[in-house]
């Protein structure tokens, strides 16, 4: 038996709303909007102070902040800091202290772990320093090693929530931290390497001269993808980590919820989402091909399959942004009707409102971010902003309770039993 | 909430059902067939030429690779405004006297049908100092003061293909010139004669002839046998546009002469199929192909150069952005690749340099 608190602390808070909507569900996007700002600007914007957005290298920073908040708050738990800690301190605070050791970590394993130690003893396109070693120009060899480090969190911010969201931690919810959160950790982990072996590693097969065929497998998506990037497997992974999210915040863990054995659920739930996501995939695909007309082999830019498929999970991404902002500051409405008229109501606000924040990005993403304008530009990729938003919103939700729009007044004191269920 | 096993695995196939119908509604041919209309067939005829013949006064757009991509990291990456960059004008070991610019510009002779010949110049390279010395060469400067070239074109508004404006303007201030849309005010306030201090740019001779902005997505005429095509193209150092030229020559076929191609030359080729007349023939391809000009590569890459025998080009000259990487991996997959010899700082003979030249008909 386990606390819910212990078990997802985040779930146990009870939130008391402080401002009405929609004000309330304006002022947090707001919130959201200028931390966001603040952090693009600093670090990214090509007019701003470090001008990490080159693209990749900036890129990369993104999609490993995202990992670690996921870690963070799904995974650990909030361990090492107490859950006192959490529940005492003003949202203020631990929002700024949490996202300084988020920063912190992400520091740590992109420095650290991938430039000198993986990058320097087993995959020398891992390290910027081995790849100009042999002769690469310092930019690209950034850019290259960037790449290869920010899939590696891509594939692992799609594979590690699936634990909790489809699982419900099963078999491991009985355990404390952080015992519970290195085993997560271990075993997405090991899932997220495996599976950047077999979806991104034969890229690099590709990306060399000469071919590195003895290291390498060659990509195997060739001959039915009309491509050699791993930018297919980019496109649908997105789509996965943008189903595995939607399962969460908008279909509310339905319908796998009903299904009671939470291993069973699991595994129906991770195959569900794979196909949800090949469902986004294809019908992304497929409305770039009326919009543009279909995808020709060896083209570039607009036409270039591997950008299709890279601009489909962009547009997964452009999905996600207005259904977590839904849920987090518009009360996840509608709520009044069952189960599946409430989520169907809620796809048809988000597809919308995709439609509307697609044609607001290419419009105004210039003057305010500093790219350029157009569709496809093979040194931008919109999913950099956009995931940055996505943990801003997780940051202010996650590690500031929704502040100062809400507060959380307390957590609920219940047990669960061993299969998880509340004990009432 | 509970659920019977019967009401779940209902739910399963009817979730089950209605996702395969959508996935496979969505990626099916028949969909695509109602949906996405078939493609054009090239019907726009830009008349026809005797030859075209390609001179290329300078590919080298820069002598120190490494340097131009360490100035635009600098700077903040390859999305930063161009005329903010800091180029490296000093002290490079390689450079053209210690400056590391260079540019790109082609000469074209058209010779038509009735045998008058016309003369156009393909951009207009960047360093001042360079390209002086390569319009002496190949006697572009006589050529501009005797009014004997009729046009510039200029393919796009990147540094190389158009910061050295002032070697042209000084020696025919008037010369027509041709631009894409795209151009942004610093380019026009360039020909009018403006400077840019941090980019060590500068033009001292204000262009006072007639410019044309083309318009993308139609074919222009130009000459008798002689058309531009211009694409919206984002491209890096936040510039955008870019256009290229499509020659229809007796007997052979079209040629397509680019600048840098960024809209990719696979996609320029699929443009002139779709609305030249004769664009099923694709005799010949010159110029920068932009696929690796830093020696850089992507996958994408290679999608190219798997996909370019298909079109059943017979001659490809190419160099500049092509890269010199990329024409051996060309000549590996069996493309005709027209090789140079190597002169005037031109690194390789892999493709065609500086003072080389190439005939079509």
Redesign the interface.
Same mark, same amino acid.
């Given at each position: 038996m386990i606390s819910l608190k212990n078990e997802m602390w985040l779930e146990s808070r009870i939130m008391e709303n402080k401002i009405a909507q929609p004000l309330r569900g304006i002022i947090g996007v707001l919130f959201s909007s200028i931390i966001f700002y603040i952090l693009w600007w600093i670090f990214m914007d !090509? /007019?701003g102070i470090l001008?990490w957005? $080159?693209?990749q290298?900036g890129y990369m920073y993104i999609r490993w902040i995202l990992i670690v908040v996921i870690w963070q708050a799904y995974v650990f738990n909030f361990w090492p800091f107490s859950l006192k800690w959490r529940e005492n301190t003003h949202p203020v605070i631990t929002g700024a202290v949490l996202m300084f050791v988020n920063f912190a970590v992400v520091g740590a394993v992109i420095w650290g772990f991938f430039y000198h130690f993986l990058g320097i003893y087993s995959i020398p396109y891992l390290s910027v320093d081995k790849l100009v070693g042999k002769g690469m120009?310092?930019? =690209?060899a950034r850019?290259y090693s960037s790449l290869a480090i920010l899939m590696f969190a891509a594939i692992a911010s799609w594979l590690s929530p699936i634990v909790t969201v489809c699982f419900a931690n099963h078999p491991w919810q009985n355990l404390k931290q952080p015992e519970r959160g290195i085993t997560i950790f271990c075993v997405t982990a090991l899932l997220s390497i495996l599976a950047f072996l077999c979806l991104m590693h034969p890229?690099y097969h590709?990306? =060399?001269?000469p071919w590195q065929e003895y290291a390498a497998a060659y !990509?195997w998506w060739a001959n039915f993808a009309?491509?050699?990037?791993? +930018?297919f497997n980019v496109g649908w992974v997105m789509c996965g980590t943008v189903s595995i999210w939607m399962l969460e915040v908008t279909f509310d863990r339905y !319908?796998y919820?009903?299904?009671?054995n939470k291993i069973r659920r699991g595994v129906?739930g991770f195959i569900g989402v794979l196909? =949800?996501a090949?469902?986004l995939f294809?019908?992304f +695909? =497929?409305i770039q091909?009326?919009a543009w007309?279909?995808a020709?082999?060896?083209?570039? /830019?607009i036409?270039?399959?591997?950008?299709r498929y890279q601009h489909s999970g962009e547009l997964a991404i452009m999905m996600l942004i207005p259904a977590m902002i839904l849920n987090f500051y518009f009360d996840n409405g509608p709520k009044k009707y069952s189960a599946p008229v409430n989520i169907a109501l809620r796809m048809i606000i988000i597809i919308v409102s995709t439609m509307v924040f697609h044609w607001l990005y290419y419009k105004f993403s210039p003057s305010i971010l500093? $790219? *350029?304008?157009?569709y496809?530009?093979? *040194? *931008?990729f919109p999913m950099a902003p956009g995931i940055l938003f996505i943990c801003v919103m997780l940051f202010h939700n996650w590690f500031m309770d929704l502040w100062p729009g809400k507060k959380r007044t307390g957590n609920r004191d219940v047990m669960l039993d061993d299969d998880g269920e509340e004990i009432l | 909430m509970g659920v019977s096993r019967r009401g779940f695995l209902k739910g399963l196939a009817l979730g089950g059902t209605t996702g395969y119908l959508a996935m496979a509604g969505a990626s099916s041919t028949v969909l695509k067939d109602v949906f996405i209309p078939p493609a054009a067939v090239g019907d726009f005829d830009i008349g026809t030429c005797k030859s075209v013949k390609c001179t290329v006064v300078s590919e080298t757009s820069w002598f120190n690779n490494k340097r131009v991509v360490q100035d635009m990291k600098d700077a903040g990456g390859l999305l930063v405004n161009q005329y903010i960059i800091p180029w490296s004008n000093t002290g490079v070991k390689e450079g053209y006297n210690g400056n590391n610019a260079g540019g790109y510009s082609a000469l074209i002779d058209l010779e038509l049908l009735d045998g008058s010949k016309k003369k156009i110049l393909l951009d207009c390279g960047w360093n001042t100092e360079w390209m002086d010395e390569c319009f002496k060469r190949e006697g572009v400067d006589k050529m501009l003061k005797n009014k004997e070239i009729d046009v510039l074109v200029l393919s796009h508004e990147h540094f190389d293909h158009f910061f050295g404006v002032e070697s042209v303007l000084k020696n025919c201030p008037d010369i027509p010139i041709i631009v894409p849309k795209g151009f942004y005010k610093e380019g026009f306030d360039l020909l009018k004669g403006a400077s840019f201090p941090v980019a060590h740019l500068k033009n001292d001779y204000p262009h006072t002839g007639p410019l044309e902005v083309r318009e993308s997505g139609k074919v222009h005429p130009l000459f008798p046998g002689c058309a531009t095509i211009s694409f919206d193209s984002a491209i890096i150092c936040r510039v955008l546009g870019e256009q290229g030229l499509v020659f229809n020559v007796k007997d052979k076929g079209l040629v397509a002469i680019t600048g840098c191609c960024h809209m990719g030359i696979i996609s320029f080729l699929e443009e002139i199929k779709h609305r030249v007349k004769g664009g099923d023939k694709i005799y010949g391809i010159q110029g920068g192909l932009h696929i690796s000009p830093f020696e850089d590569w992507d996958p994408q890459y290679d999608d190219l150069i798997q996909a370019l025998p298909s079109y059943g080009v017979e001659v490809l000259g190419c160099n500049h952005c092509t890269g010199y990487l990329t024409a051996e991996k060309m000549i590996l997959a069996g493309l005709p690749v027209v090789q140079g010899t190597a002169r005037f700082r031109s690194k390789k003979k892999l493709f065609l340099g500086n003072g080389d030249q190439i005939v079509f008909g």
């Open positions: !090509p /007019r001008k957005y $080159t693209p290298y120009t310092e930019f =690209f850019e890229h590709v990306l =060399f001269w !990509p009309h491509t050699l990037s791993g +930018n !319908p919820i009903l299904i009671k129906v196909l =949800f090949i469902l294809v019908t +695909n =497929f091909d009326l007309g279909p020709i082999d060896g083209a570039k /830019r036409l270039a399959p591997d950008w500093g $790219t *350029q304008a157009a496809s530009h093979p *040194q *931008q | -």
